[in-house]
């Protein structure tokens, strides 16, 4: 077992650049914790709940500030929760090779998720993406069912690998509802993949795939070091830090399929 310096070092490190750069932890943390050697079942689970707990401080303060759209919330987690939570029913039940599953699960959200962040600015107009002032929100039934099944992928992708719950999400919510704007966008989907993280983490836990060492040795650091991120972030070229960030994780997702 690695050192309780060597994890809250690691934890600090994450929870500073979930901070400086806005992508969530499963992406950073998972790939990281398996090549420490961490098998694939216990890394995803308990970054799972090392995601919910560092994220769950940004969640609230959104909620304080009235900026998440909860009909939006409620749809996806409609689909999600069922999701994550018969995705983990299946897992334990059929005799599949998880942690091959899992893995190749991994290098496609990872290299997704890569994607995602190189290729944000094609995906979502800059004016739409930066507005200031959203637009009167629009909640047809054809857009609830599209949200509906968003939250049912990616209930069962990162029930299975941890990742994608963040910048995947975020992509998904502005293509399906640009007149949020980027801040509401942003609120929406950090409170989705709170609370989405939290159960399909707690389903890895009954199926014992949560080391509680390693998640309070994680966790002690990351909320502190991510306030510092959090707070240098408007100081920094976020379309630099992007770019490098999804550029690692596209190789890394890649470097996964060749597991």
């Known amino acids: ?84 939570l018969l995705t983990l029913s299946v897992v334990r039940i059929v005799p599949i090779p998880h ?39 629009l909640l047809s039934g054809q857009r609830l069912w599209l949200t509906w099944m968003s939250g049912v992928i990616l209930g069962i992708l990162v029930t299975l690998s941890s990742v ?14 640009p007149e949020l704007g980027i801040h509401r966008s942003t609120a929406t989907d950090v409170a989705h993949a709170v609370l989405l993280s939290a159960v399909a983490g707690i389903g890895h836990g009954i199926a014992h795939h949560v080391d509680l060492h390693l998640l309070v040795a994680l966790s002690s650091t990351s909320i502190p070091a991510m306030v510092i991120g959090t707070r240098l972030n408007h100081k920094t070229p976020q379309h630099i830090l992007r770019a490098i960030l999804g550029s690692i994780l596209l190789l890394a997702g890649i470097r996964f399929v060749m597991i």
């Open 1 to 84: 077992m690695h050192s309780l310096a060597v994890l809250m070092g690691l934890g600090a490190a994450v929870g500073f650049c979930i901070g400086l750069t806005g992508v969530g932890g499963g992406s950073l943390m998972t790939p990281i914790l398996l090549y420490m050697g961490i098998p694939a079942p216990t890394a995803i689970g308990t970054d799972l709940l090392y995601a919910t707990l560092t994220k769950s401080g940004s969640a609230l303060i959104h909620w304080r500030h009235r900026q998440i759209q909860q009909t939006i919330l409620l749809t996806q987690l409609m689909g999600s929760i069922p999701a994550s």
């Open 99 to 137: 942690t091959t599953l899992m893995l190749h699960v991994l290098a496609f959200m990872l290299a997704l998720t890569g994607a995602s962040l190189l290729w944000r600015r094609r995906l979502i107009p800059a004016t739409v993406a930066m507005s200031n002032n959203p637009a009167p929100l």
């Open 164 to 177: 994608g719950a963040g910048a995947v999400g975020l992509v998904l919510m502005m293509k399906l509802y």
